[in-house]
């Protein structure tokens, strides 16, 4: 069956266009509602959101849905999406929703679900939820007297930052660490400065007075430009971008250079196993992760799982083949001895205990590998599936060949917006240049002539 709704995190597009309207997110809320309709208790749905402004239509749309599915909804107001996953489990909710488009602009948004284990909802589940969208479901939802109540849950910020600090020994303490946090103007906004001063961090927040236009805007860790200004101008240890949504982050020498998610996945696994606590004998990451972090792995004895990419998708072969450490090149980090999903704050927490305990600079400590030079481009768009024309195939097959076995060849449709991404990587920079030029100009010719 066709996806029509759901893409690889959740259901994501612009503002009051379709998906995104108020009446797809009542019918979102109906459908999740009967879809985990568990027996004959109350059965409830924890409810957070970003700092969009469409938030307000898209969470008011899905609480009418909810209600008239029979379910109670407990509202979180604007939260990162990991703490909706800890929520959903921490209240026993039958189910959880974050109203979020991630790194997206300000204009577009999103429904991301989640189970009552906190975990996102496979496949299998949302095309159960996708199959009852266009349908009148009317007939199954609640008699008068069974409809849903929604209310207000105070405190979840501080059960948020109270676990993210559990994540750390109880004996840590950041206390001598100059920090910079971009809050990305999104939903870490609150908790994440919060968490970083209780733990004793000298903190320089920016980006943290969201208005509903802002979210993402030339900030957050898309966008470094501002935290690299601000890690200089206080002489900061460290910098932390998150994202709108603060379900993951990139971090920033002292010196002001990047460090991707690449190098963190390496510097915690490298960590965990001198520890004797890395699970599954290496890393689940993406296809989009560097060669370099796949070499670095090999010279530590441990293996690189590659996912196709999403988040969602990394979670999944963690669970099943036993890894406890994941994530992708973006900043996504999955930790599952803390969490089901991504979390921004858990693992700079993790990053800033490595810091701590080795008394190194952040540029000594969190360069673990020297990347294999790496290009990505993307194209966008209008329609169509312009990687299954036979010219286009033709070009693909031609490229790998120019690669070879030292390098790799990665293109895809964006699952969240109408981009066709093309990444090559090999040790020589200018051939993979070469490389993804000529078929991103393969692929726009295919557009102009269509």
Known sequence: MTRRYFGTDGIRGRANKHPMTAEVAMKVGMAAGLSFQRGKHRHRVVLGKDTRLSGYMIENAMVAGFCAAGMDVFLLGPIPTPAVAML????????????????????????????????????????????????????????????????RVDGVHDRYIEFAKRTLPRSMSLAGLRVVIDCANGAGYKVAPAALWELGAEVFTINNEPNGFNINQECGSTHPAALVKKVHEVRADIGIALDGDADRMIIVDENGAVIDGDQIIALIAETWQQNGRLAGGGVVATVMSNLGLERFMTELGLQLHRTQVGD????????????????????????????????????????????????????????????????????????????????????????????????????????????????????????VEAVVDDLVGVISELRSAA
């Open 88 to 151: 959903s489990r921490s209240l026993r909710a039958d189910i959880g929703v974050m109203i979020s488009a991630s790194h997206n602009p300000y204009y577009d948004n999103g429904i991301k679900l989640f189970g009552p284990d906190g975990y996102k909802l496979s496949d299998e589940i949302e095309m159960r939820i996708e199959s009852l969208l266009d349908n009148d479901i009317d007939i199954a939802l609640a008699e008068a007297d069974g409809l849903g109540r929604a209310k």
């Open 312 to 431: 969602r998708y990394v979670v999944e072969h963690m669970r099943a083949h036993g890894f406890n450490v994941g994530g992708e090149q973006s900043g996504h980090i999955v930790l599952s001895d803390f969490s089901t999903t991504g979390d921004g704050l858990v693992s700079a927490l993790q990053v800033l205990a490595c810091v701590k305990r080795s008394n190194k600079p952040v540029s000594e400590l969190c360069r673990k590998f020297e990347p294999v030079p790496q290009l990505l481009k993307n194209v966008r768009v209008s329609g169509g599936k312009p990687l299954e024309n036979s010219t286009v195939q033709a070009a693909i097959e031609e490229a790998r060949g120019r690669l070879g076995q030292a390098g790799r060849l990665v293109i895809r449709p964006s699952g969240t917006e109408p981009l066709i991404r093309v990444m090559a990587e090999g040790d020589d920079d200018k051939l």
